[in-house]
């Protein structure tokens, strides 16, 4: 599957942004989100399937993760954003379920979201 995400941007602290990734077909079992900051290692954001969603502690309550199945998108809408958030993000894809500890099969190229203070 061929992962094609946009969306990253700069924006202020307390700001909002929403990244979507198309996805070249639909029979992927689980999409998510990765990212990586300058000097960080890179770390699971995020994950959706058809029976769960899944993010991590940092970001609960601010970030919403949704899928378009007709559409083949995935979507990360942000909300309060911190300029810990700033990272190159990655849309990833799965034929199971993602998680904190292991690698997707598929990844696109990443978008940048850069938070000020």
């Known amino acids: 599957v061929q992962l094609q995400a946009s969306g990253g941007g700069l924006v202020q602290a307390g700001g909002s942004l929403r990244l979507s990734c198309v996805a070249s077909?639909?029979?992927?079992?689980?999409m998510g989100w990765f990212r990586q900051a300058p000097g960080k290692e890179r770390e699971f954001v995020a994950a959706?399937?058809?029976?769960?969603?899944y993010d991590t502690e940092s970001v609960k309550g601010r970030f919403t993760i949704s899928r378009d199945y007709a559409k083949n998108t995935m979507y990360l809408q942000m909300n309060s954003l911190k300029p810990e958030d700033t990272a190159v993000y990655y849309c990833?894809?799965?034929?199971?379920?993602?998680?904190?500890?292991?690698?997707?099969?598929?990844w696109g190229q990443g978008t940048q979201v850069t938070v000020s203070s």
């Open positions: 077909h639909g029979r992927t079992w689980s």
């Open positions: 959706i399937s058809r029976s769960m969603t």
């Open positions: 990833v894809a799965s034929n199971a379920a993602i998680s904190p500890g292991k690698d997707p099969e598929y």
